[in-house]
């Protein structure tokens, strides 16, 4: 008996083999919900991005098995599906938790505690950006600004809102989640599986009970003006949503490999090897 | 620039005018029943009334300009699209709000969802548009579900479908979920992205109102610029220029965020100034200073203190050097490093940039190498003017406006700032405490 090389870990730089298929009832399963999705478009194609979403629904991220039948689906080249979905950030292309944790690290969020509340859910759940906790419950990354910049800062959980965070409630929340007690957000619905809201994105309905009412009509930072307007509100004071002491943060002590967005520079190429600086991240005179 | 009379008030009653966000705080707002308790599709049976043609003049009368940052006339962009030409139109909504510090849209269709779809209808009648498409980003699964909901609402009261309210008219409404990518909100990469391909924008000429999704006359439009046209037919034009300016008339949501008292939504005709928002909600959190903010969010040059006066109109923002854009009014305090501010959008930037072209692909990747050095507090001088000149390379001649916008932020925070940049490179360390910027920094109680 041999083993093959890519069994043993070794890339002999050799053509994949072609994905296996579905098993043939989730095949089945899955044709008919890409039919309904390509029904909606007056052109096949336009199905390929719900469709990504659908098979990251089937098995928690993008696999080959999955390109390949949305490339067999729509009559497209697996090169050309695995263009579009390494296109973009939702799109998982390796096994991940149940529920992803993205933390928004944009300009606004990061400088009104974003940062802090990264690095302590790091420290806290022992992972980095993109890694999942070993219970396989948790996927904790960073994510840029979510249209919530009122609510700042903003934690999103399969891609539900959690609004006004701070580092100790969002402690608090992926503790619940790993402990299998219900998590509910600010504004959305009460947490289902990342799996399950791949399903919503591909196109179908949540059609969960109360799902569609869950926190009422607007969080309260959207109704500020109004409420203004009518005359309901005196001048607002700083309300903090929830009470929590204060902060014993560390002075900052900037280095570029502290950077939270650093992974989401260009990868290293030759010319920027780190051993041999030759950019303006050279020390000369140093 | 002068302010309208009633503008001089100070006011929230008199200054605000919710009309979009007016019945948000009802139970169950975002139903079919709430929104026609507030005239919901009254505009929808004005408008099928009138010909095609006359609601576009219409609307272009109105003086509508397109809420998704650019200003363009929204009637104007219908009457480009060619009639009679025998090919199908479209219409796509624009719902991809990604651009930092943006959050009108999000709100909006949260709470709202059905002043989007009976504008769509309209705007469809007048293109002569049979099916339309909401491009919303993913990451939003709260407003999928609402706008999920309101459009089987729709279809289920003939609002969508054959013969809409019995004038003949047929329209599909596909709501499409995006997969996480800035670029989308640019209209020519959403096309792209909306036919199954990578988002990557189109040359132009050939303009969407000529050859857009599939090739076919399409029209692009924000979703609050879509959103604000039933008001506008069910309320006359008359009333909608009653607001605002002449160029720039009628009502908007502005978004205040960051070290404000109050952050929020605040729906106020066209023209109020930050100074005006400030005083009416409680103004900087207690004991700080407003030291920079953005007018439309981080692709628009940033602004100080100096500006609080500024009317926040079209005219008004670009004649004081920046831009409307999404009226995204991210407050900053005397706290904030502006060079960590700005570092932080540069490598948005650069995670967003799609590839596409040199300028804004290599531009903003030396951007934020040299950014992240100074705010290390291992710059050099001369890299402030190198980070000029890479901005000055990025500007104008990248593929679309992506590059435009990663330059802003260099450009206006090097103008007014200049001297915090040096002091990083003088000191060699950031002069910053990060833990004084943060919400609960000033947070004086402590709880068990």
Known sequence: MTTSSSERGVSLGMPELPAPAYPDDVRARLETDARAIVARYPDSRSALLPMLHLVQSEEGHVTRTGMQFCADMLGLTTAEVTAVATFYTMYRRRPSGDYQVGVCTNTLCAVMGGDAIFEELQEHLGVGNGETTADGKVTLEHIECNAACDFAPVVMVNWEFFDNQTPESARRMVDDLRAGRPVAPTRGAPLCTFKETARILAGFPDEREGAVEATGSAGPASLIGLKLAKGEAAPARVVHPRGEAPQDAPPHEPSPAEHLSSHDAPQDTSASDPAHPAGPTAEEGE | ?448
């Not at chain 2, 046209?229 to 002449?246: D, H, L, Q, Y």
């Not at chain 2, 409307?324 to 940039?353: N, P």
Request: net charge negative; hydrophobic share 35%; aromatic share 8%.
């Open chain 2, 1 to 448: 620039m002068t302010l309208a009379p009633e503008l001089k008030d100070t006011s929230p009653e008199k200054l605000l005018a919710p009309v979009l966000s007016a019945f948000w705080d009802e139970d169950k707002s975002w139903t079919l029943d709430v929104y026609k308790r507030h005239d919901g599709y009254e505009g929808l049976r004005k408008a099928l009334a009138m010909s095609p043609d006359d609601v576009i003049a219409y609307v272009k009368d109105s003086g509508l300009r397109g809420r998704g940052g650019a200003g363009f006339p929204t009637g104007m962009k219908w009457q480009f699209i060619p009639q009679g030409d025998g090919k199908p139109h479209y219409l796509v909504v624009n719902a991809d709000e990604s651009e930092p510090g943006t959050c009108k849209d999000i709100p909006l269709l949260f709470a709202n969802p059905h002043s989007l779809i009976e504008g769509i209808v309209i705007a469809c009648y007048a293109i002569r548009s049979s099916h339309a498409f909401i491009y919303l980003r993913g990451e939003v699964v709260p407003v999928l579900r609402r706008l999920h909901a309101a459009v089987r609402e729709a279809y289920e009261a003939g609002l969508l479908g054959t013969n809409i309210l019995g004038s003949g008219l047929d329209l599909e409404l596909t709501v499409h979920a995006g997969a996480g990518a800035y670029i989308c909100g640019e209209e020519t990469a959403l096309l792209d992205s909306l036919e199954g391909r990578r988002g990557q924008p189109r040359l132009r000429p050939p303009f969407p109102a000529v050859a857009g999704l599939y090739a076919c006359p399409t029209v692009v439009n924000n979703v609050e610029s879509i959103a604000s046209v039933p008001a506008i037919m069910n309320r006359g034009k008359e009333w909608f220029r009653s607001m605002g300016s002449e160029k720039s008339p009628g009502f908007t949501l502005y978004s205040l965020s960051g070290h404000v008292a109050s952050p929020g939504q605040y729906e106020a005709p066209l023209g109020i100034t930050l100074r005006q928002l400030l005083d009416m909600s409680g103004g900087m959190r207690p004991g700080h200073r407003l030291k920079f903010w953005t007018p439309g969010g981080s692709s628009t040059p940033m602004f100080t203190d100096e500006h609080l006066d500024v009317p926040l109109d079209y005219e008004g923002v670009g004649a004081a050097g920046s831009m409307l854009g999404t009226k995204a009014l991210q407050c900053f305090d005397e706290t904030t490093c502006v060079v960590r501010a700005v570092t932080r959008w540069t490598e948005f930037y650069a995670h967003e940039s799609c590839g596409k072209c040199t300028p804004c692909r290599e531009g903003t990747y030396w951007l934020v190498q040299l950014l992240r050095d100074i705010e290390a507090g291992k710059g050099r001088m001369s890299d402030l003017d190198k980070l000029n000149d890479i901005a000055d390379n990025i500007n104008g001649k990248s593929f679309c406006a992506l590059g435009d916008g990663a330059a802003s932020p260099i450009f206006s925070s090097l103008k007014y700032f200049r001297e915090e940049y040096e002091q990083h490179i003088t000191d060699r360390r950031c002069p910053f405490d990060p833990a004084a910027s943060t919400a609960w920094a000033d947070r004086t109680e402590v709880h068990a």
